[in-house]
């Protein structure tokens, strides 16, 4: 079992709807999770954090963690064509300071106009 | 404000050789991890420095070894290139204070072993 799974889709929603985004991971010692943005040839983006059960929203991004599941989900109101990208979930598994995160492969996500 | 600056930003190598790739982390960060990322995977951690020490590496055999510098920059080595070795090479910094995932990356190093 991979430590951190993703469908790698590609999810495609129309312009105006919400995609939701989900991630499964196998540790349940994890203690911080993340979403990272990252468009065709480009690098990583950090868009959302979330450290404990529940929701945190930013704008139209809305991060979900449900730790008993062990499952994190990203919701992206309002999606527009700029948001097509890929999203990767990632999870630190421990608490020291060693900056050590597991990535799962991404979810491709299209938005069409 | 300058970001993380990593180069060369493409290059090609024969199975067998050796490479050195090349990070500045972002103004004000002084820790900096490395990451590959093969086609259509997630980023898979390689070490991370600190105070120019490795703190902390990734399953990755001996043939990938790094370094700080007391500038904060940090080079990573590969010897013995493999076809697998093939993908892209990610920095990645952040405060030593900071979260330990909201990682600032670099435009990366894709490599190329022929």
């Known amino acids: 079992q991979k430590e951190v799974e993703q469908n790698s889709g590609p999810l495609s929603v129309p312009e105006g709807a919400i995609a939701s985004l989900n991630c499964t991971y196998s540790?349940?010692?994890?203690?911080?999770f993340f979403w990272y943005r990252q468009y065709s040839g480009k690098s990583p983006e950090l868009i959302m954090s979330?450290?404990?059960?529940g929701d945190k929203e930013d704008g139209r991004f809305t991060a979900q963690l449900n730790k008993a599941s062990q499952y994190v989900s990203l919701l992206i109101r309002d999606s527009q064509p700029s948001d097509s990208a890929t999203y990767l979930c990632a999870v630190n598994l421990d608490s020291s300071n060693t900056g050590k995160l597991i990535f799962g492969q991404g979810t491709t996500l299209q938005v069409k106009p | 404000d300058a970001g993380v600056t990593q180069s060369p930003t493409h290059l090609i190598k024969t199975r067998g050789q050796q490479v050195t790739l090349r990070c500045s982390p972002k103004?004000?960060?002084?820790?900096v991890s490395w990451y590959q990322q093969a086609l259509g995977q997630g980023p898979q951690f390689i070490f991370q420095y600190y105070e120019e020490e490795e703190r902390q590496r990734g399953n990755f055999p001996d043939r990938f070894s790094g370094h700080q510098f007391p500038n904060y920059s940090s080079e990573l080595n590969v010897n013995a290139l493999l076809l697998g070795d093939s993908a892209l090479y990610l920095c990645?910094?952040?405060?030593?204070?900071?979260?330990?995932?909201?990682?600032?990356f670099g435009e990366g190093s894709r490599l190329t072993v022929l």
């Open positions: 103004s004000g960060h002084d820790t």
């Open positions: 990645a910094s952040r405060m030593s204070g900071g979260y330990t995932g909201e990682l600032f």
């Open positions: 540790d349940r010692g994890s203690q911080s």
């Open positions: 979330i450290y404990s059960n």
